[in-house]
């Protein structure tokens, strides 16, 4: 069973810039297909960012498309997620998960993963 444990949320301004980490440990971060979502208040979970075992296929939702950048280090058993050109409407709990699979694919939606991080919180101010 993996352990996730995000890192790097705070505080920034519109048009600012922010890397979220996720540091996998108890398994090895290349069996598993990662992923971000977020959560804003009142809000349901929604998909932010994917990426394959391998980190070779990426996905993003459309609301995120050439501001966010998902990438993966599997020798460092760690996931990133760099943030620019934030908004106050990304203003939300991040949170990382994971799905063990053999297969290098990637997964958008929440109940394809079986591990969740306790979240990080990105605040934008405007």
């Known amino acids: 069973q993996v352990q996730l444990l995000e890192s790097g949320g705070g505080l920034v301004q519109a048009g600012g810039s922010l890397r979220l980490s996720c540091v996998a440990s108890?398994?090895?971060?290349?069996?598993?297909?990662m992923g971000w979502f977020r959560q804003a208040p009142g809000k349901e979970r929604e998909f932010v960012a994917a990426t394959s075992r391998s980190g070779v296929i990426t996905d993003y939702a459309d609301s995120v498309k050439g501001r966010f950048t998902v990438s993966r280090e599997n020798a460092k058993n760690t996931q990133y997620l760099q943030m620019n050109s934030l908004k106050p409407e990304d203003t939300a709990v991040y949170y990382c998960?994971?799905?063990?699979?053999?297969?290098?694919?990637?997964?958008?939606?929440?109940?394809?993963?079986?591990?969740w991080g306790q979240g990080t919180q990105v605040t934008v101010s405007s």
């Open positions: 998960a994971g799905r063990q699979t053999r297969s290098l694919v990637i997964y958008r939606t929440r109940i394809d993963y079986d591990y």
């Open positions: 108890g398994r090895a971060a290349s069996d598993y297909a």
